[in-house]
């Protein structure tokens, strides 16, 4: 793969990786909690990397061509959405004594964020719909190998961006223990939010 291609598509995806949305709700809500913070980064980065997988494999270009599995996914994830935003509009996290306590442990926050982030709108069209754009079907790699390089390239800029986000929420709200339960709730709403606009969309389209 040219040097050319790889900076083209790095700059491509960063823009997608900086745009607030689920994946950055998510961090910010358990930023509060510092300890969170990795497992939840995690969570995020193995969904990323499945799908990458899945569309040097070709399975990615199967559920593409498969409406009815793709409406299934999507009103299921939305509901998934919108029942995490409730129940952190409902119960947001306290603040005590200038902490934060949350309840779970680092095998649940990286689960929650893998849930989160196959919710997300932009990894399928970043993966789906734009990486194979990137690819060289004339190239000397196989173009599975060139998605898998061109998907590890998004994993580092997400790791990079999720991981600042967390933490420098982590310390703003660490400063102002009384924004906690605020942020918490605006979070669960952008989560329900979203859930709202992909179902629209899908009954748009």
Same mark, same amino acid.
């Given at each position: 793969?040219?040097?050319?291609?790889?900076?083209?598509?790095?700059?491509?995806? %960063?823009? %997608?990786?900086?745009?607030?949305?689920?994946?950055?709700?998510?961090?910010?809500?358990?930023?509060?909690?510092?300890?969170?913070?990795?497992?939840?980064?995690? *969570?995020?980065?193995?969904?990323?990397?499945?799908?990458?997988?899945?569309?040097?494999?070709?399975?990615? $270009?199967?559920?593409?061509?498969?409406? $009815?599995?793709? !409406?299934?996914?999507?009103?299921?994830?939305? *509901?998934?959405?919108?029942?995490?935003?409730?129940?952190?509009?409902?119960?947001?996290?306290?603040?005590?004594?200038?902490?934060?306590? %949350? !309840?779970?442990?680092?095998?649940?926050?990286?689960?929650?964020?893998?849930?989160?982030?196959?919710?997300?709108?932009?990894?399928?069209?970043?993966?789906?719909?734009?990486?194979?754009? %990137?690819?060289?079907?004339?190239?000397?790699?196989?173009?599975?190998?060139?998605?898998?390089?061109?998907?590890?390239?998004?994993?580092?800029?997400?790791?990079?961006?999720?991981?600042?986000? *967390?933490? !420098?929420?982590?310390?703003?709200?660490?400063?102002?223990?009384?924004?906690?339960?605020?942020?918490?709730?605006?979070?669960?709403?952008?989560?329900?939010?979203?859930?709202? !606009?992909?179902?629209?969309?899908?009954?748009?389209?």
């Amino acid at each position: 793969m040219s040097p050319s291609l790889l900076a083209a598509y790095w700059a491509f995806s %960063f823009l %997608f990786v900086i745009t607030p949305g689920v994946d950055w709700a998510y961090m910010i809500s358990i930023s509060p909690d510092h300890r969170a913070i990795g497992p939840a980064v995690f *969570g995020l980065l193995a969904r990323h990397l499945t799908a990458v997988a899945l569309v040097a494999a070709g399975v990615g $270009a199967v559920v593409a061509g498969a409406p $009815a599995v793709l !409406a299934a996914l999507t009103y299921v994830g939305a *509901g998934y959405l919108v029942w995490l935003g409730i129940g952190m509009v409902r119960h947001p996290a306290l603040p005590v004594a200038g902490e934060v306590e %949350f !309840a779970g442990s680092s095998k649940a926050y990286a689960i929650k964020g893998y849930g989160m982030s196959a919710l997300n709108p932009k990894v399928p069209l970043l993966y789906l719909a734009l990486l194979p754009q %990137f690819t060289d079907l004339a190239g000397s790699w196989p173009v599975s190998a060139q998605i898998m390089v061109l998907g590890l390239l998004t994993i580092i800029s997400c790791t990079i961006i999720y991981t600042m986000v *967390g933490y !420098a929420s982590h310390s703003v709200l660490r400063a102002n223990p009384a924004v906690t339960k605020i942020v918490s709730r605006l979070s669960g709403a952008v989560m329900i939010i979203v859930a709202i !606009a992909l179902i629209a969309e899908r009954f748009a389209s």
